[in-house]
């Protein structure tokens, strides 16, 4: 009986796992490279709900305004502005609170997301005498840091004008 057909060598052993632990890393790294972008995804489309939710309402509020060419319906107002929805109650105020927007002083994020500092994740551009507006969110997964892969930064910007308002 020949050495060869009583079992493998060493040599063909550590050939077998240097093959297996490169098979074994490729796979691994598929599988960080799909759960990363899957967690990125999954950050850039809360950053995005909830965005898009706040500027629904604020679009809800600003349709409804109520103004004419000397009281318009949407005024500037601290870090925000106003909408005046009818004359018998006080205006709706929106403002940036830190890392929130806030309406009449409540929260409309279930969780911080408007980007704050010196160049807020919240302008807004009044048009038409106060008979429409601009208005731009800057939202961050973690909005106190900055844009990365894994801190994805969504940009919405929306134009809207009140139904019952004139410029005339």
Do not use: C, W
């Amino acid at each position: 009986m020949s050495r060869r057909t009583r079992g493998i060598t060493l040599l063909e052993l550590l050939v077998s796992l240097v093959l297996l632990s490169i098979i074994t890393i490729g796979l691994s790294s598929i599988d960080l490279f799909g759960r990363f972008h899957v967690i990125s995804s999954d950050r850039r489309a809360q950053v995005q709900n909830a965005l898009s939710y706040v500027l629904e309402e604020m679009s809800k509020d600003v349709i409804r305004a109520k103004g004419d060419f000397g009281n318009p319906g949407i005024v500037p107002a601290g870090t925000g502005f106003s909408v005046r929805i009818d004359n018998n109650t006080p205006p709706v105020i929106y403002a940036l609170s830190g890392s929130q927007i806030t309406k009449d002083g409540a929260s409309l994020n279930s969780r911080d997301v408007i980007v704050p500092g010196p160049t807020p994740g919240f302008a807004y551009g009044i048009l038409d005498n106060g008979v429409g507006i601009e208005i731009r969110l800057i939202g961050r997964y973690q909005p106190s840091q900055d844009a990365s892969m894994d801190n994805p930064e969504i940009q919405m910007k929306t134009r809207v004008y009140s139904h019952s308002a004139s410029a005339h």
